[in-house]
């Protein structure tokens, strides 16, 4: 299985500033199409996970542009501009190149 | 609007079968791969199993393989989850959501205890 590993945040984040979220995946998700399938989540306290971005860098409809996702073929970050309070929460990476899909462990976001 | 809504989520003792059901509306149910993720109190999400379009075809972790069944019902706009031989260790919110994840349900609570 695809093991994705994600580091913490120096919670809490003052308002306003910029914080960014690592991934490392124990596989390269570079695909020979030149896809990477990587997705970020964002699941807000006690409601459902939101899809973010999907092939590593592509926002999905209706996400704040205050989001980027980068990376290589084995490591991502997340960078979240100016953060706000509606993005307080746990952000999940997630691997869909292969079966189990996986998920990282979470890293909670909290503002200062 | 893109609508899944889950339901069936109960309490059941160890051992025991339920099955959940995920009804879709506000897309076109029959042209989507579906999944089932689940999060134990307090943890992480964890991907439990999909399905191709047609029902062809499914996919499981290992920890639910032989015990846990997805399937779909195309006419009626509905997923499924049979669940069998439920642990302690199944207990969980299952959510649904399209296998692209770009969609999810509200939630199902299934506890499995004595």
């Known amino acids: 299985d695809i093991v994705m590993t994600q580091g913490a945040l120096p919670n809490p984040v003052p308002s306003g500033e910029s914080a960014s979220i690592t991934c490392q995946s124990s596989?390269?998700?570079?695909?020979?199409?030149?896809?990477?399938?990587l997705n970020w989540y964002l699941q807000r306290p006690g409601q459902s996970p939101q899809l973010l971005i999907y092939w590593m860098s592509t926002r999905a409809s209706g996400v704040s542009d205050r989001f980027s996702g980068s990376g290589s073929g084995t490591d991502f970050t997340l960078k979240i501009s100016s953060v706000e309070a509606e993005d307080v929460g746990v952000y999940y990476c997630?691997?869909?190149?292969?079966?189990?899909?996986?998920f990282g462990g979470g890293t909670k976001l909290e503002l200062k | 609007e893109v609508q899944l809504v889950e339901s069936g989520g109960v309490l059941v003792q160890p051992g025991r079968s339920m099955k959940l059901s995920c009804a879709a509306s506000?897309?076109?149910?029959?042209?989507?791969?579906m999944a089932w993720v689940r999060q134990a109190p307090t943890k992480g999400l964890e991907w439990v199993a999909t399905i191709s379009t047609s029902g062809g075809c499914t996919y499981y972790r290992d920890s639910v393989k032989g015990r846990f069944t997805i399937s779909r019902n195309n006419a009626k706009s509905t997923l499924y989850l049979q669940m069998d031989s439920l642990r302690s260790e199944d207990t969980a919110t299952y959510y649904c959501?399209?296998?692209?994840?770009?969609?999810w349900g509200q939630g199902t609570l299934v506890t499995v205890s004595s």
């Open positions: 506000g897309f076109t149910f029959s042209s989507f791969p």
């Open positions: 959501a399209t296998a692209g994840f770009s969609y």
């Open positions: 997630q691997q869909f190149l292969e079966y189990p899909r996986t």
């Open positions: 596989k390269s998700l570079l695909h020979s199409n030149g896809k990477t399938y």
